[in-house]
């Protein structure tokens, strides 16, 4: 028997990664099995989840996936532990379309109970009214109780905690208003090359969160669950794909489902366009996002990575590469100081990240009569671009149209979206869109 609870708060940046990542932490000290989750399709927050709790951190996305697939990854990545610990994603209620796609709607699927974080830091008793509030705007969502971040003294506890109990409201304690204690802005400009360095700021989190927070009775609080056993199994249609998959420092926002996948129908290698010399035997190429404007010199100067994976290219070899993916199979990368770094040069296009430009949101794609979900979070941009692209849909999470593109020659593939696509069915469609040379696809600029 497991537990499962999702930590939320009214707003962003109220302090639900702190205490997630305090929890995570303290939970390992008391030699609690814990399994990170996380609502939404950010992947920094979950490596974060990975530092505090050595277990990798899972997305969990009510717009990319099904419910059936949320369960199997609850199932898979909670089997063998004693805690589900989700992170939720923005406010309690703040979805793409209302509160579509929201942690509260999460928690209404998984029928797990939230724990709010307050920011309490320039308020006392108007607490009530707030706290009041989002625990009666939808029954449905059970708010288990608050914990309070940022409390100046015991004194200004006390009156938070008065507060709960004039309104019936939990009160689990509280995080001090410490320094130095920050985890920084989770967006696509913070380098996390040096994650490890907050590893002793998440250990004073869990130190204080011991003292002042009843972690046992949030347990007592949370929902019981019978994690069903799902192993990783290989596919019955016969494939034996070997998967060549980047990841290193510049490249790694990968969703841990889509590797799953690869592995039911195939085999994966990794490799480092940064430190490798060439390709490892493969039969498909994935080059996923990250941070390659981070390592511009490095990954131009590696010159014999980019002469194997042009080959490989030229030479029939499928690949599909996202975001920072994509840029990297490009002819230049230009740096904010508008320095240009030649790249891969199979696709006939440069991308700049000068004169930042942010591109956010959910996207679905629907190629050649197949869904495709994901997510468009990036503030380069493509010039001179003359590349040809397919003739593909692409919409918001509102049904709007994007200027988002798909490019494509021959066997190669790349979108700023990043794709979801975390099960063996929607992969083969993937790896068939890559293939599928049935259409020519239309030059943009002709």
């Excluded at 505090?52 to 909670?78: H, P, R, W």
């Excluded at 999460?106 to 625990?135: R, W």
């Excluded at 019978?226 to 019955?236: L, N």
């Amino acid at each position: 028997m497991s537990k499962q609870f999702i930590i939320s708060a009214p707003s962003s940046n109220a302090g639900k990664t702190t205490v997630t990542l305090g929890l995570l932490r303290l939970f390992n000290r008391q030699d609690r099995a814990v399994q990170p989750f996380k609502v939404g399709p950010d992947y920094i927050d979950p490596k974060f989840h990975e530092l505090a709790s050595g277990k990798i951190g899972v997305n969990l996305d009510l717009f990319m996936m099904t419910q059936a697939e949320i369960n199997n990854s609850l199932n898979f990545y909670g089997n063998n532990t004693q805690i589900n610990c989700i992170e939720g994603v923005m406010g309690l209620f703040d979805g793409a379309k209302k509160d579509q796609g929201s942690t509260a709607e999460m928690s209404k699927k998984l029928q797990t109970p939230v724990l709010m974080v307050i920011d309490a830091k320039a308020v006392a008793y108007s607490v009530a009214p707030l706290i009041q509030g989002f625990t009666n705007f939808d029954a449905a969502v059970k708010i288990m109780g608050v914990v309070f971040n940022r409390v100046g003294s015991e004194r200004h506890y006390t009156m938070l905690k008065e507060a709960c109990e004039d309104i019936g409201i939990d009160c689990f304690g509280y995080l001090p208003n410490l320094k130095n204690i920050e985890i920084p802005s989770r967006h696509l400009g913070l380098n996390i090359q040096g994650i490890e360095k907050f590893d002793s700021v998440i250990d004073r989190i869990a130190t204080q969160l011991d003292k002042t927070v009843d972690w046992e009775a949030i347990l007592e609080a949370s929902k019981e669950v019978v994690p069903k056993a799902i192993s990783e199994k290989k596919s019955t249609v016969g494939k034996n794909i070997k998967f060549a998959v980047a990841r290193d420092e510049a490249f790694n926002f990968i969703y841990p489902q889509n590797i799953s996948a690869m592995k039911e129908v195939g085999e994966v290698t990794y490799f480092s366009p940064l430190h490798d010399a060439m390709l490892p035997d493969c039969d498909f190429v994935y080059v996923p996002g990250g941070y390659p404007e981070s390592y511009l010199g490095e990954l131009s100067s590696n010159k014999a990575m980019l002469s194997s994976i042009k080959e490989f290219a030229q030479n029939n070899g499928q690949i599909y590469a996202e975001c920072g993916g994509m840029m990297y199979l490009g002819k230049f990368m230009i740096s904010e100081n508008n320095e240009a770094f030649e790249m891969v040069n199979y696709f006939d296009f440069e991308s700049t990240i000068a004169n930042k430009k942010l591109h956010l949101g959910y996207r679905t794609c629907k190629i050649n009569g197949h869904t495709f979900k994901g997510h468009e979070f990036h503030y380069s941009s493509l010039v001179n671009d003359n590349e040809t692209t397919i003739e593909v849909m692409i919409t918001n999470a509102r049904g709007g149209e994007t200027t988002t593109k798909i490019h494509k020659k021959n066997k190669v593939m790349g979108s700023y979206v990043h794709h979801y696509f975390g099960t063996s069915e929607k992969l083969l469609q993937l790896i068939n869109q890559v293939n599928y040379l049935g259409e020519s696809p239309r030059d943009i600029d002709r």
